[in-house]
Protein backbone atom coordinates (compact mmCIF):
# COMPACT_ATOMS: atom_id res chain seq x y z
CA UNK A 1 0.00 0.00 0.00
CA UNK A 2 1.38 3.50 -0.87
CA UNK A 3 2.15 5.52 2.08
CA UNK A 4 0.07 8.55 2.28
CA UNK A 5 2.44 10.51 4.74
CA UNK A 6 2.82 11.09 8.85
CA UNK A 7 0.47 12.36 11.10
CA UNK A 8 0.57 13.63 15.01
CA UNK A 9 -1.62 12.81 17.26
CA UNK A 10 -1.93 14.70 20.87
CA UNK A 11 -3.74 14.89 23.91
CA UNK A 12 -3.89 18.33 25.70
CA UNK A 13 -5.84 19.96 28.64
CA UNK A 14 -7.82 17.99 31.01
CA UNK A 15 -8.13 14.08 30.90
CA UNK A 16 -11.18 12.17 30.18
CA UNK A 17 -12.84 8.78 29.49
CA UNK A 18 -12.62 7.94 25.92
CA UNK A 19 -9.48 9.48 24.53
CA UNK A 20 -7.94 5.93 24.00
CA UNK A 21 -10.86 5.25 21.73
CA UNK A 22 -9.90 8.07 19.65
CA UNK A 23 -6.57 7.56 19.65
CA UNK A 24 -6.83 3.97 18.55
CA UNK A 25 -9.75 4.33 15.98
CA UNK A 26 -7.92 7.32 14.21
CA UNK A 27 -4.41 4.82 14.59
CA UNK A 28 -6.47 2.05 13.48
CA UNK A 29 -8.63 3.39 10.70
CA UNK A 30 -5.63 5.82 9.30
CA UNK A 31 -2.92 2.65 9.19
CA UNK A 32 -5.91 1.15 7.22
CA UNK A 33 -5.92 3.67 4.46
CA UNK A 34 -2.06 4.23 4.40
CA UNK A 35 -0.86 6.88 7.24
CA UNK A 36 1.55 6.15 9.68
CA UNK A 37 1.17 7.91 13.27
CA UNK A 38 3.60 9.80 16.19
CA UNK A 39 1.81 10.40 19.43
CA UNK A 40 3.11 12.94 21.27
CA UNK A 41 3.59 12.73 24.88
CA UNK A 42 2.14 15.28 27.40
CA UNK A 43 0.11 17.36 25.21
CA UNK A 44 1.59 20.22 23.60
CA UNK A 45 4.75 19.87 25.35
CA UNK A 46 5.72 17.04 23.69
CA UNK A 47 5.86 18.58 19.93
CA UNK A 48 7.77 21.43 21.92
CA UNK A 49 12.06 21.14 22.02
CA UNK A 50 12.91 18.50 23.54
CA UNK A 51 10.18 16.40 22.08
CA UNK A 52 8.71 13.59 23.26
CA UNK A 53 7.00 11.00 21.44
CA UNK A 54 6.44 7.77 20.25
CA UNK A 55 5.42 5.52 17.37
CA UNK A 56 1.82 4.77 17.44
CA UNK A 57 1.22 1.53 14.95
CA UNK A 58 -1.36 -1.35 15.39
CA UNK A 59 0.41 -3.08 18.27
CA UNK A 60 0.64 0.41 20.86
CA UNK A 61 -2.68 1.46 20.20
CA UNK A 62 -4.10 -2.58 20.73
CA UNK A 63 -6.36 -3.21 23.53
CA UNK A 64 -6.97 0.13 24.90
CA UNK A 65 -10.10 1.62 23.26
CA UNK A 66 -11.95 0.43 26.58
CA UNK A 67 -9.65 1.69 29.16
CA UNK A 68 -9.38 5.52 30.78
CA UNK A 69 -6.66 8.05 30.82
CA UNK A 70 -4.58 8.80 28.02
CA UNK A 71 -1.48 6.43 26.65
CA UNK A 72 0.27 9.94 25.35
CA UNK A 73 -0.31 11.93 29.02
CA UNK A 74 -1.82 14.99 28.99
CA UNK A 75 -1.44 18.22 30.96
CA UNK A 76 -3.68 21.51 31.04
CA UNK A 77 -0.24 23.64 31.62
CA UNK A 78 2.71 24.33 29.94
CA UNK A 79 4.60 26.97 26.87
CA UNK A 80 1.12 26.21 24.90
CA UNK A 81 -1.49 27.50 27.40
CA UNK A 82 -4.33 29.62 24.95
CA UNK A 83 -6.60 30.39 27.83
CA UNK A 84 -5.63 32.20 31.40
CA UNK A 85 -7.89 33.42 33.95
CA UNK A 86 -11.49 32.25 34.12
CA UNK A 87 -10.93 31.12 30.52
CA UNK A 88 -9.67 34.35 28.67
CA UNK A 89 -8.57 33.87 25.30
CA UNK A 90 -4.00 33.84 25.01
CA UNK A 91 -2.34 34.66 22.55
CA UNK A 92 0.90 32.14 21.93
CA UNK A 93 3.73 33.48 21.58
CA UNK A 94 5.04 33.24 17.59
CA UNK A 95 8.47 31.57 18.56
CA UNK A 96 6.64 28.76 20.53
CA UNK A 97 4.21 28.52 17.38
CA UNK A 98 7.45 28.21 14.38
CA UNK A 99 9.14 25.84 17.15
CA UNK A 100 6.41 23.20 17.12
CA UNK A 101 6.02 23.77 13.07
CA UNK A 102 9.93 23.42 12.76
CA UNK A 103 9.97 19.92 15.13
CA UNK A 104 6.84 18.61 13.16
CA UNK A 105 8.67 19.10 9.67
CA UNK A 106 11.60 17.74 11.44
CA UNK A 107 10.15 14.38 11.68
CA UNK A 108 8.35 14.24 8.64
CA UNK A 109 4.97 14.91 10.34
CA UNK A 110 2.11 16.61 7.46
CA UNK A 111 -0.65 17.16 9.72
CA UNK A 112 -1.89 17.13 13.76
CA UNK A 113 -4.61 15.52 15.17
CA UNK A 114 -5.64 17.55 18.05
CA UNK A 115 -7.82 15.70 20.70
CA UNK A 116 -8.67 18.44 23.18
CA UNK A 117 -11.23 21.16 25.05
CA UNK A 118 -11.76 24.95 24.42
CA UNK A 119 -8.39 26.25 25.40
CA UNK A 120 -6.50 23.21 23.58
CA UNK A 121 -8.29 23.60 20.12
CA UNK A 122 -7.47 27.31 20.48
CA UNK A 123 -3.71 26.33 20.61
CA UNK A 124 -4.58 24.08 17.07
CA UNK A 125 -6.41 27.45 15.83
CA UNK A 126 -3.56 29.29 16.35
CA UNK A 127 -0.86 26.48 15.07
CA UNK A 128 -3.16 26.12 11.87
CA UNK A 129 -3.01 29.80 11.40
CA UNK A 130 0.87 29.32 11.59
CA UNK A 131 0.61 27.26 8.27
CA UNK A 132 0.04 23.57 9.84
CA UNK A 133 -2.72 21.44 9.08
CA UNK A 134 -4.64 20.43 12.17
CA UNK A 135 -7.92 18.84 12.70
CA UNK A 136 -9.37 18.57 15.88
CA UNK A 137 -11.31 16.21 18.11
CA UNK A 138 -13.77 17.51 20.98
CA UNK A 139 -12.69 16.48 23.90
CA UNK A 140 -13.80 17.19 27.75
CA UNK A 141 -16.01 16.08 30.58
CA UNK A 142 -17.53 20.01 31.17
CA UNK A 143 -19.84 19.51 27.50
CA UNK A 144 -19.16 22.93 26.85
CA UNK A 145 -18.23 23.33 23.43
CA UNK A 146 -21.00 25.19 21.27
CA UNK A 147 -19.79 23.61 18.01
CA UNK A 148 -20.88 20.23 18.70
CA UNK A 149 -23.92 18.49 20.41
CA UNK A 150 -21.35 16.30 22.72
CA UNK A 151 -17.77 16.18 23.43
CA UNK A 152 -17.04 12.22 24.78
CA UNK A 153 -15.66 12.01 28.49
CA UNK A 154 -19.22 13.73 29.63
CA UNK A 155 -21.40 10.91 28.97
CA UNK A 156 -19.50 8.73 31.65
CA UNK A 157 -18.39 11.33 33.82
CA UNK A 158 -22.68 11.78 34.01
CA UNK A 159 -22.43 8.45 35.09
CA UNK A 160 -20.23 8.62 37.69
CA UNK A 161 -22.00 11.46 39.17
CA UNK A 162 -25.47 9.89 39.18
CA UNK A 163 -24.06 7.05 41.14
CA UNK A 164 -22.58 9.24 43.95
CA UNK A 165 -25.89 10.75 44.24
CA UNK A 166 -27.85 7.29 44.62
CA UNK A 167 -24.94 6.78 47.31
CA UNK A 168 -25.75 9.51 48.74
CA UNK A 169 -29.24 9.86 48.78
CA UNK A 170 -29.51 6.54 51.56
CA UNK A 171 -27.23 8.17 53.56
CA UNK A 172 -28.85 11.66 53.55
CA UNK A 173 -32.26 10.25 54.55
CA UNK A 174 -30.65 7.75 56.85
CA UNK A 175 -29.18 10.72 59.01
CA UNK A 176 -31.54 13.18 58.25
CA UNK A 177 -29.13 15.36 56.48
CA UNK A 178 -27.78 17.78 54.12
CA UNK A 179 -25.49 16.29 51.99
CA UNK A 180 -23.80 18.91 49.07
CA UNK A 181 -22.35 17.15 46.61
CA UNK A 182 -19.67 19.23 44.64
CA UNK A 183 -19.35 18.14 40.96
CA UNK A 184 -16.97 19.29 37.66
CA UNK A 185 -18.24 21.85 35.61
CA UNK A 186 -15.93 25.36 35.33
CA UNK A 187 -18.02 27.56 33.13
CA UNK A 188 -21.04 25.30 32.62
CA UNK A 189 -23.23 23.21 34.85
CA UNK A 190 -24.05 20.55 32.30
CA UNK A 191 -22.73 17.62 34.64
CA UNK A 192 -24.65 18.75 37.53
CA UNK A 193 -27.95 19.57 35.38
CA UNK A 194 -28.07 16.09 34.11
CA UNK A 195 -26.32 14.23 37.09
CA UNK A 196 -28.97 16.17 39.19
CA UNK A 197 -32.31 15.34 37.61
CA UNK A 198 -31.19 11.67 36.98
CA UNK A 199 -30.04 11.38 40.56
CA UNK A 200 -32.98 13.08 41.68
CA UNK A 201 -31.44 15.96 43.67
CA UNK A 202 -33.80 18.92 45.39
CA UNK A 203 -31.45 21.43 44.73
CA UNK A 204 -29.13 21.87 41.73
CA UNK A 205 -26.89 24.78 41.67
CA UNK A 206 -25.19 25.88 38.69
CA UNK A 207 -22.72 28.73 36.90
CA UNK A 208 -25.03 29.70 34.67
CA UNK A 209 -27.95 30.65 37.82
CA UNK A 210 -27.02 33.02 40.20
CA UNK A 211 -29.20 32.10 43.59
CA UNK A 212 -29.14 33.82 47.28
CA UNK A 213 -28.14 32.30 50.36
CA UNK A 214 -31.81 33.64 51.45
CA UNK A 215 -33.30 31.73 48.98
CA UNK A 216 -31.31 28.39 49.46
CA UNK A 217 -32.12 28.39 53.11
CA UNK A 218 -35.58 29.58 52.80
CA UNK A 219 -36.11 26.08 50.72
CA UNK A 220 -33.77 23.89 52.66
CA UNK A 221 -36.14 25.19 55.85
CA UNK A 222 -39.63 24.77 53.62
CA UNK A 223 -38.75 21.43 52.80
CA UNK A 224 -37.92 20.58 56.16
CA UNK A 225 -41.42 21.92 57.19
CA UNK A 226 -43.51 19.80 55.39
CA UNK A 227 -41.36 16.34 56.70
CA UNK A 228 -38.40 16.52 53.70
CA UNK A 229 -35.90 16.32 57.02
CA UNK A 230 -33.16 15.19 54.05
CA UNK A 231 -31.61 17.46 51.23
CA UNK A 232 -28.97 16.41 48.10
CA UNK A 233 -27.44 19.47 46.99
CA UNK A 234 -25.93 18.91 43.50
CA UNK A 235 -23.44 22.27 43.12
CA UNK A 236 -21.21 22.61 40.11
CA UNK A 237 -17.93 23.56 41.19
CA UNK A 238 -18.25 26.80 38.91
CA UNK A 239 -21.47 28.29 40.88
CA UNK A 240 -20.71 31.40 42.51
CA UNK A 241 -22.39 32.85 46.09
CA UNK A 242 -21.16 35.96 45.23
CA UNK A 243 -17.86 35.17 44.05
CA UNK A 244 -16.30 31.98 42.41
CA UNK A 245 -14.21 29.90 44.79
CA UNK A 246 -10.42 28.99 44.14
CA UNK A 247 -9.13 25.40 45.49
CA UNK A 248 -6.25 24.85 47.03
CA UNK A 249 -3.69 22.72 45.05
CA UNK A 250 -0.19 22.74 43.46
CA UNK A 251 0.56 22.92 39.78
CA UNK A 252 0.88 26.14 38.30
CA UNK A 253 -1.49 26.41 35.45
CA UNK A 254 -2.51 30.52 34.62
CA UNK A 255 -6.16 29.09 34.69
CA UNK A 256 -8.44 29.70 37.90
CA UNK A 257 -8.87 26.34 39.70
CA UNK A 258 -12.60 26.05 40.98
CA UNK A 259 -13.14 24.16 43.81
CA UNK A 260 -14.81 24.34 47.31
CA UNK A 261 -17.55 26.00 46.93
CA UNK A 262 -19.64 23.41 48.37
CA UNK A 263 -18.00 23.87 51.56
CA UNK A 264 -18.05 27.86 51.22
CA UNK A 265 -22.11 27.22 50.67
CA UNK A 266 -22.45 24.43 53.78
CA UNK A 267 -20.79 26.96 55.80
CA UNK A 268 -22.78 29.81 54.79
CA UNK A 269 -26.18 28.03 55.41
CA UNK A 270 -24.74 27.50 58.66
CA UNK A 271 -23.72 31.33 59.67
CA UNK A 272 -27.55 31.68 58.06
CA UNK A 273 -28.83 28.84 59.86
CA UNK A 274 -27.47 27.94 63.00
CA UNK A 275 -27.49 24.22 64.12
CA UNK A 276 -30.92 24.09 61.79
CA UNK A 277 -29.76 21.68 59.20
CA UNK A 278 -26.65 18.65 59.94
CA UNK A 279 -25.01 19.11 57.03
CA UNK A 280 -21.85 17.01 54.96
CA UNK A 281 -20.10 17.72 52.08
CA UNK A 282 -18.55 15.37 48.81
CA UNK A 283 -16.52 16.05 46.23
CA UNK A 284 -16.78 13.92 43.32
CA UNK A 285 -13.81 15.79 41.52
CA UNK A 286 -11.51 13.83 39.34
CA UNK A 287 -13.21 10.16 40.24
CA UNK A 288 -15.43 12.11 36.96
CA UNK A 289 -12.95 11.87 34.65
CA UNK A 290 -10.87 8.74 35.42
CA UNK A 291 -11.71 5.47 34.59
CA UNK A 292 -13.02 3.58 31.87
CA UNK A 293 -15.19 5.15 29.09
CA UNK A 294 -19.43 3.94 29.32
CA UNK A 295 -20.15 2.58 25.50
CA UNK A 296 -21.75 5.91 24.52
CA UNK A 297 -18.06 7.52 25.15
CA UNK A 298 -16.58 5.09 23.37
CA UNK A 299 -18.80 4.60 20.21
CA UNK A 300 -18.62 8.43 20.20
CA UNK A 301 -14.85 8.51 20.38
CA UNK A 302 -14.01 6.01 17.73
CA UNK A 303 -16.38 8.13 15.38
CA UNK A 304 -14.64 10.83 16.38
CA UNK A 305 -11.20 9.10 15.69
CA UNK A 306 -12.13 8.15 12.58
CA UNK A 307 -14.01 11.34 11.09
CA UNK A 308 -10.41 13.29 11.99
CA UNK A 309 -9.06 10.66 9.74
CA UNK A 310 -11.91 11.16 7.33
CA UNK A 311 -11.47 14.72 7.45
CA UNK A 312 -7.86 14.76 6.96
CA UNK A 313 -7.76 12.32 4.15
CA UNK A 314 -10.48 14.90 2.34
CA UNK A 315 -7.69 17.80 2.39
CA UNK A 316 -9.38 20.14 5.25
CA UNK A 317 -7.92 21.66 7.81
CA UNK A 318 -8.05 23.99 10.93
CA UNK A 319 -11.11 22.03 11.69
CA UNK A 320 -13.21 20.41 14.71
CA UNK A 321 -14.96 17.17 13.94
CA UNK A 322 -18.79 17.81 15.62
CA UNK A 323 -21.79 15.50 16.21
CA UNK A 324 -24.49 16.87 14.54
CA UNK A 325 -27.80 14.41 14.34
CA UNK A 326 -25.79 11.38 14.65
CA UNK A 327 -23.80 12.15 12.14
CA UNK A 328 -20.07 13.77 12.34
CA UNK A 329 -19.35 17.15 10.02
CA UNK A 330 -16.56 18.97 10.49
CA UNK A 331 -16.85 23.11 11.51
CA UNK A 332 -14.23 25.44 11.54
CA UNK A 333 -12.19 25.61 14.61
CA UNK A 334 -12.37 29.61 14.32
CA UNK A 335 -16.54 28.53 15.15
CA UNK A 336 -15.27 25.18 17.56
CA UNK A 337 -13.22 27.93 20.10
CA UNK A 338 -14.98 31.03 19.92
CA UNK A 339 -18.39 30.55 21.82
CA UNK A 340 -18.93 28.20 24.67
CA UNK A 341 -22.33 26.19 25.50
CA UNK A 342 -24.25 27.28 28.45
CA UNK A 343 -27.35 25.69 29.90
CA UNK A 344 -29.85 28.16 29.22
CA UNK A 345 -33.55 28.53 30.75
CA UNK A 346 -34.94 26.72 27.58
CA UNK A 347 -32.56 23.60 28.18
CA UNK A 348 -34.83 20.54 28.30
CA UNK A 349 -33.57 18.99 31.86
CA UNK A 350 -33.56 22.69 33.39
CA UNK A 351 -36.99 23.16 32.60
CA UNK A 352 -37.97 19.70 33.46
CA UNK A 353 -36.36 20.36 36.96
CA UNK A 354 -37.75 23.50 37.19
CA UNK A 355 -41.67 21.86 37.06
CA UNK A 356 -40.46 19.56 39.45
CA UNK A 357 -39.63 21.99 42.08
CA UNK A 358 -35.86 21.36 41.80
CA UNK A 359 -34.27 24.59 43.97
CA UNK A 360 -32.06 26.27 40.76
CA UNK A 361 -32.35 30.12 41.52
CA UNK A 362 -34.57 32.35 43.64
CA UNK A 363 -36.51 33.39 40.66
CA UNK A 364 -36.81 29.29 39.42
CA UNK A 365 -38.15 28.22 42.93
O1 LIG B 1 -12.16 21.19 31.89
C1 LIG B 1 -12.38 19.96 32.46
C2 LIG B 1 -12.20 20.01 33.95
O2 LIG B 1 -12.42 18.73 34.44
C3 LIG B 1 -13.07 21.06 34.64
O3 LIG B 1 -14.37 20.60 34.90
C4 LIG B 1 -12.26 21.35 35.89
O4 LIG B 1 -12.46 22.66 36.34
C5 LIG B 1 -10.86 21.21 35.43
O5 LIG B 1 -10.87 20.37 34.32
C6 LIG B 1 -9.96 20.67 36.52
O6 LIG B 1 -8.70 20.47 36.02
P1 LIG B 1 -7.44 19.92 36.83
O7 LIG B 1 -7.87 19.58 38.22
O8 LIG B 1 -6.99 18.73 36.06
O9 LIG B 1 -6.46 21.03 36.77
Redesign the pocket.
Known amino acids: MASLGRLGILTA ?2 DCAGLNAVISAAVKYGTRLGYSFVGFKRGWEGVLSPMDYMTLDARAVSGIAHTGGTILHTT ?1 RGRFAAKKGTGEGKGIPREILEEAKRNLSSLGVDGLIVIG ?1 DGSLSGARQLGEAGVRVIGVPK ?3 NDLAATEQTFGFSTAVNVAVEALDRVHTTATSHDRVIFVEV ?3 NAGWIALKSGLAGTADAILLPEFPFTLRGLVDYLRARKATGGNSAVVVVA ?1 GAKLGEHVAAE ?1 SGA ?1 EEL ?2 GGIAHAIMAAVERAAPGEFEMRVNIVG ?1 IQ ?1 GGSPNARDRNLGQSYGVAAIDAYHRGESSVMVSLNNNTIVTVPLLDATSRLKMVEESSLELATAAKLGVFISDRMS
Open positions: GGNGTIDMGREGSHYHR
